[in-house]
């Protein structure tokens, strides 16, 4: 198995303790900013040119046209295997329910007398999902953004994913575009694909916003594209997938090391972190990690991914989650007898699997919450993708003469302080023709 570190936390030094929980996908952060930079600007200057270029390149050699027609669609779609599909709608039936009811309502109140403000909610014309492919096909991804983009009713869907080898998509991801209404879709990713919604090319319109995680060059390219003046909003920082596992004796190991493995199998760049006041448990998952790495058809990634992981043993549950709060994982597993008395103190997390029988796959998939979520630590201030993502909201606000009248001094008052005198006099000269 992979050199996966174990530590004792209170032995290492502070600078030591931060090393350790560095992901390691930000190592690499001023080389691939310029890189992407490159990539985005030729799809800048060329267009549909540059974004095939970058496809034949990284992708499917002999591809010759980005969008994906209406037949293609079917034709893939129809080939979906029957097991294949029931998972699907069954997935889609747990994230439309849960994402139906948060459906936005409009807010309407009567401040002061006469004056009335309402918050009122827009679909986005047009937004972008972008599905990673590479070493895995992510139907599932297209759920999580598909689901709510139909919920909200955007006009335009526009799905982007790479192509395979021969230049497909596999039957699967079209299946879920049928269903979740998706209106363009486009056989592109990485870099080249977030330029191309953000900036627009002779086949696609941009969009107002971009959804979806990806890779390191994935998530430097949303970051950079969402500075352009006048570009597209994006949805969060989600890059290489991240998880840690707070657990005691009460924990059953090969569970624990089933659900680190189920995150370290997404990428070389993934980082699982085990946090346990328990010596034997730490041990038990070691052999359990390497018993069941064995199994795994994408074993050679996922030891990769464990290079850069870590077991640590902690004092107790307490430092556990003081460390945890530090880190803000994009899943956090609390896998705890007790795990409901701790739910309060844990809130720097993406999303949270309480339990011994809450694998952190379920929600990958099934359960119904949404599994794009923030990475690098920015759970402590980027929130779980969900259906008010594809509103924008705005406020309207209507008030009488008489309400104007009686807010008229506030109002005055507050912008002569400001010395803004227009301000003031927007009010008063209303006032006075009203005598």
Request: net charge negative.
């Amino acid at each position: 198995m992979a050199q996966l570190q174990q530590v004792i936390w209170q032995q290492l030094t502070a600078d030591q303790q931060r090393q350790l929980l560095a992901r390691p996908a930000q190592a690499q952060s001023a080389e691939l900013l310029s890189q992407v930079q490159a990539i985005i600007d030729a799809v800048a200057n060329d267009g549909d040119a540059a974004v095939l270029k970058y496809t034949q390149q990284f992708d499917c050699p002999s591809l010759t046209e980005l969008r994906y027609d209406e037949a293609a669609i079917a034709a893939q779609a129809a080939l979906v295997e029957p097991q294949v599909k029931a998972a699907i709608d069954t997935a889609y039936q747990t994230i439309y329910a849960f994402h139906q009811a948060q459906q936005p309502q409009a807010v309407t109140v009567t401040t002061a007398p006469g004056v009335s403000c309402t918050q009122q909610y827009h679909a986005l014309e047009a937004v972008g999902l972008y599905i990673p492919g590479g070493t895995a096909v992510l139907p599932s991804t297209a759920l999580m953004l598909g689901v709510p983009a139909q919920l909200a009713n955007n006009p335009r869907r526009v799905l982007v994913s790479p192509p395979d080898r021969n230049g497909q998509l596999s039957p699967a991801l079209m299946y879920v575009a049928q269903k979740c209404g998706i209106t363009e879709v486009y056989r592109c990713g990485g870099a080249q694909a977030i330029a191309a919604l953000a900036l627009g090319t002779e086949s696609m319109a941009p969009v107002a916003k971009i959804f979806g995680p990806g890779n390191s060059y994935v998530t430097a390219a949303k970051q950079l594209v969402a500075q352009i003046p006048g570009g597209p909003a994006i949805d969060m920082p989600a890059g290489p997938s991240e998880l840690l596992v707070i657990a005691d004796d009460s924990a059953n190991s090969a569970f624990v090391a089933a659900d680190l493995l189920s995150q370290a199998e997404h990428g070389a760049d993934s980082q699982v972190i085990l946090l346990t006041p328990s010596a034997q448990l730490l041990e038990q998952v070691t052999l359990a990690l390497s018993e069941q790495l064995e199994q795994l058809p994408r074993a050679d990634i996922a030891r990769r991914a464990l290079a850069g992981s870590a077991l640590i043993q902690v004092s107790d549950l307490a430092e556990a989650i003081a460390i945890s709060q530090q880190y803000a994982p994009e899943h956090l597993s609390v896998q705890l007898d007790s795990a409901e008395d701790y739910l309060a103190q844990l809130t720097h997390a993406g999303s949270i699997f309480v339990g011994h029988y809450t694998p952190e796959s379920g929600g990958d998939y099934a359960t119904g919450t949404n599994h794009v979520l923030p990475t690098y630590g920015f759970a402590r201030n980027y929130s779980s993708l969900g259906l008010l993502d594809f509103y924008r909201r705005y406020t309207i606000q209507r008030v009488s003469q008489a309400g104007l009248a009686g807010l008229a001094n506030a109002i005055i008052d507050l912008a002569e302080t400001e010395g803004l005198s227009a301000h003031a006099r927007a009010v008063s000269i209303r006032l006075e023709q009203s005598v």
